[in-house]
């Protein structure tokens, strides 16, 4: 399984980002999930998608972003608007099948077997 995000780059606060993740089989079955990292730090589930399309997100985006999955095109998006200079970090999509949940706090990077490269976000104020 192969994914790839794309979409990140420098930003002001206040502005807006979509980022996206192709992967290469459909994410129909499966849980998907942006994380970001910053140096020095455990990389943090901002929000999830389930297979049956439930969403959840952390607290720290709450309100600001939107995960959603084209099945069509096995691509998966992470919207982000009103960005803050804390949403400065690596982004990355994983994917993970046969989870038993697949909801933010409920799982870990640890829980995810495959990772894109990811895409540094830099939001300046």
């Known amino acids: 399984v192969q994914l790839m995000e794309s979409g990140g780059g420098p930003a002001q606060a206040g502005g807006h980002l979509k980022l996206s993740c192709v992967l290469s089989?459909?994410?129909?079955?499966?849980?998907m999930a942006w994380f970001r990292q910053v140096p020095g730090k455990a990389p943090e589930g901002v929000a999830l998608?389930?297979?049956?399309?439930?969403?959840s997100y952390a607290d720290s985006v709450k309100g600001r972003s939107a995960i959603s999955k084209d099945i069509d095109k096995n691509t998966l998006y992470l919207d982000m608007n009103s960005l803050k200079p804390e949403d400065s970090a690596m982004y990355y999509c994983a994917a993970q099948d046969a989870l038993p949940i697949c909801i933010v706090g409920g799982l870990t990077d640890a829980d995810f077997s495959y990772w894109g490269q990811g895409t540094l976000v830099t939001v300046s104020s």
């Open positions: 089989l459909s994410p129909r079955k499966w849980c």
């Open positions: 998608i389930g297979p049956d399309g439930w969403r």
